[in-house]
């Protein structure tokens, strides 16, 4: 937990409050582009009082993938503006407890560190283990479990037979014949195909299977 920055959105009041007690983190109080800033440091943790700043700053604030606490006077704020927030970010409602937030940015640092942690990148593709997702260019698609094993089965191989995909997914026997392996491979080069326009996102070549040859 060291060298962690906190970001305070819309009141340098509370960024003030913050310093003035021993939480033990690096406060600032972000005024004026505060997008540009803090995209680049490893440990941000961004508290945000949306209704004290513009709508559309706040919006591209939670596309961003930092963990953020979202401090609301208003109950029915996000539900209002259709917004939904990331599973490593979250919101409390005021007024709250100063003295909590350290264990409450433990707990947002912890979440998000498990969520990062389950994240792959295949060539253009990220991979999301946890909400067995695979995503490119804004676009995100859900995968079976067992769709998501035979990605990761390949990741970074230079090439597998069917027995062995067999054996590692299904846990099926060398010397069992089994179309499933031929099943759930069409339909997840037509789900990549359908939602990404890639025709090479599995090949196979003398027997042997690769994902995303160059």
């Known amino acids: 937990m060291k060298n962690i920055h906190l970001y305070v959105y819309g009141s340098d009041i509370f960024a003030t409050l913050l310093k003035e ?9 972000k005024k004026d582009n ?8 490893k440990d941000v943790i961004r508290i945000v ?7 559309s700053e706040f919006k591209r604030l939670l596309q961003k993938d930092i963990p953020t606490l979202v401090l609301l006077h208003d109950k029915n704020f996000l539900k209002v503006n259709k917004l939904s ?3 490593f970010h979250q919101s409390l409602f005021l007024p709250i407890d100063i003295f909590s937030l350290k264990e409450i940015i433990k707990i947002i640092i ?3 560190n498990f969520f990062k942690n389950s994240k792959t990148i295949i060539d253009v593709y990220e991979l999301d283990s946890n909400q067995k997702i695979i995503s490119r260019d ?8 067992k769709e998501l094993s035979l990605i990761l089965a390949l990741k970074n191989k230079e090439g597998l037979k069917k ?12 010397n069992l014949e089994s179309h499933a392996f031929e099943t759930h491979l069409h339909r997840l080069r037509g789900k990549i195909k359908k939602h990404f326009k890639d025709n090479k996102f599995i090949v196979e070549n003398n027997s042997l299977y690769y994902l995303c040859p160059k």
């Open 21 to 29: 007690t021993d939480i033990e983190y690096s406060i600032f109080f």
């Open 34 to 41: 505060f997008l540009e800033d803090d995209n680049d440091l």
């Open 49 to 55: 009082f949306p209704e004290k700043i513009k709508f």
């Open 85 to 87: 927030l990331l599973s």
């Open 110 to 112: 912890s979440k998000h």
């Open 138 to 145: 804004g676009i995100a698609v859900k995968l079976t479990e």
């Open 163 to 174: 027995s062995f995909l067999l054996k590692k997914v299904w846990n099926y026997n060398d």
